[in-house]
């Protein structure tokens, strides 16, 4: 079989037929290259305007990168027609297998910027013997494509969170769907101000808002303004995710300032190694663990109680009627301010401000657990992290889209992936 007849098969273009294929002598790597030709007696179309349209005149051959085969490189070279459009001007013909101004085909890009799905974008053009760059065109046209062709019908749960991004506080604000039946990342801003999440709601327009039933959030002030602001209808929930994420935080405030005391004091380093047996939840501690955890009680130190303060909170999220879980918010949080651990007051206050849009995760009848940002937060971090070598926003913001919008993709693009 020639590849010629695979070619007929599987990349077949409408007004243009394949000629020769032939090995690219004296090339560095191995190469073949098949020519492609328009139809006889075939108008060109207009590439603005999409009208066939008299020829101009007839540019210099191009190579066009396509999947390659056992390793070797495929082209199409081809001499594009200039068409004088009388709407347009002197235009470059639409060419079917190409989807701008680079030189790969879009059969190509499509397959890269699938691949680029399970790989990071180094791991792909390594594999494919292509360009980092190359890569990210072809990341960027789907993304851009899928962004373009997403269906934004029936959003009802939205969730706002931020990540860091880069070093120092540089933060990204990423707002996802968390509908059941449909999660992903829908938007991604710079920062994480007022003026950011403002950007959301512009971009998300107002019919679609007013339809929003839930909205799930950390405490971020600016957030919480914007979000009572925009849509003050729906049902804002502050996420089981972030709260304990701040008790946390708290607790390891409390135990890194007392180990440094009791080292001060010439104690026994006991908390030095315990920052994990802390932070854990008691029933993912291994057996090992838990006797260490067992003989930190027998301490009656501030980590230690800050501990039991958060394992004790997480009862909160077991209640099922907003009143009583309200009255215990307010137990605890008034046992805590009585501890006079500072971090932990700190959380409690929080808390206490943030009452109503506290229980209102019993009111939304607990259907937004803490998975779904958390899972959604981890998987933004690595996307970010990982060695893709982007370093501008743009690429990052790409990245994001790519990994976690869950984008459609044509049908065409399956073929070959
Ligand atoms: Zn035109």
Known sequence: MQ???????????????????????????????????????SRPICSACGHRRPGYDTLPSRRFEFIPLWGIKVFFR?????????????????????????????TYAWFLAGWAKRLSWKEVAEAFRTSWDHV????????????KHQDLSGIEAIGVDEIQWQRGHKYLTL?????????RLLWIGKKRKVKTLLGFFRWFGKERTAQ????????????LKVIAKKAGQAIHILDRFHIMAHLSKAIDEVRAGEAKELKQKGYDPVLTKSRWLLLKRSENLTEKQQTRLADLLQYNLRSIRSYLLKEEFQLFWSYQSPYWAGEFLDKWCTKTMRSRIEPMKKVARMLRGHRPLLLNWFRAKKQFSSGIV??????????????????????AEIALYHALGALPVPETAHEFF
């Open 3 to 41: 590849l010629k007849t695979i070619l007929n098969r599987t990349q077949k273009f409408k007004s243009f037929v394949y000629g020769a294929v032939r090995w690219v002598e004296d090339a560095k790597e191995p190469m073949i290259e098949a020519e492609l030709r328009p139809r006889s007696n």
């Open 78 to 106: 081809y001499a594009p027609r200039r068409v004088d459009c009388p709407a347009c001007g002197i235009r470059v013909e639409r060419m079917p297998w190409s989807a701008g101004k680079h030189h790969l085909t879009e």
């Open 136 to 147: 990210f065109c072809s990341v960027e046209m789907a993304v851009r494509w899928g962004r």
């Open 175 to 183: 707002v996802y769907q968390i509908d059941a039946n449909c999660k």
């Open 212 to 223: 929003l039933r839930y909205v799930c959030s950390d405490m971020w002030k600016p957030y």
């Open 374 to 395: 958390e899972g959604f937060n981890n998987k933004a971090k690595l996307t970010t992290r990982k060695a893709y070598g982007f370093r501008t926003y743009h690429a």
